[in-house]
């Protein structure tokens, strides 16, 4: 789950981070939840301790739901149309809007044919690349 930590990541860190890179992000806990069958033991699992709900939980570690808390940088979100693992129409395809409802930056990049996080085409990968030096760039002029 790298994309939707790196989403919660970006939300919450204590410095500033200069941009985030999403690739076939979980945005959407509670749908995900039980998007598998092995989802709900393991999720679940990854919360013992928490004092929270399971309904806080999922709002907290949902990127989705973070929205309108979520810094003002650029974001790259990158998902496959054929991923089976992450559901780019429950995940993906809502975090955009809402990314860009709150006058965020978004390069979306939809791969019509990848399924969970690849293969990723040259032409991608050359855009990653770009975002992230232009990200390390921007911020060192």
Same mark, same amino acid.
């Given at each position: 789950?790298?994309?939707?930590?790196?989403?919660?990541? *970006?939300?919450?860190?204590?410095?500033?981070?200069?941009?985030?890179f999403?690739?076939?992000p979980?945005?959407?806990?509670?749908y995900?939840?039980?998007?598998?069958?092995?989802?709900?033991? *393991?999720?679940?699992h990854?919360?013992?301790?928490?004092?929270?709900?399971?309904?806080?939980?999922?709002?907290?570690?949902?990127?989705?739901?973070?929205?309108?808390?979520?810094?003002?940088?650029?974001?790259?979100?990158?998902?496959?149309?054929?991923?089976?693992?992450?559901?780019?129409?429950?995940?993906?395809?809502?975090?955009?809007?809402?990314?860009?409802?709150?006058h965020?930056?978004?390069?979306?990049?939809?791969?019509?044919?990848?399924?969970?996080?690849?293969?990723?085409?040259?032409?991608?990968?050359?855009?990653?690349?770009?975002?992230?030096?232009?990200?390390?760039?921007?911020? *060192?002029?």
């Amino acid at each position: 789950m790298g994309g939707q930590g790196s989403l919660l990541y *970006t939300r919450y860190a204590k410095h500033r981070v200069r941009a985030c890179f999403a690739h076939c992000p979980v945005c959407d806990l509670k749908y995900h939840f039980n998007e598998w069958p092995d989802l709900p033991p *393991t999720i679940r699992h990854a919360f013992l301790g928490y004092p929270e709900s399971q309904d806080r939980l999922f709002i907290e570690h949902s990127p989705l739901r973070q929205a309108a808390a979520m810094p003002d940088i650029a974001y790259r979100i990158i998902h496959g149309g054929n991923d089976k693992a992450v559901s780019k129409r429950h995940h993906s395809d809502k975090m955009v809007p809402a990314l860009r409802r709150h006058h965020l930056k978004v390069d979306y990049v939809e791969v019509a044919d990848m399924g969970h996080c690849g293969p990723l085409p040259l032409k991608v990968i050359e855009g990653n690349i770009a975002f992230v030096v232009e990200a390390m760039s921007s911020q *060192t002029g």
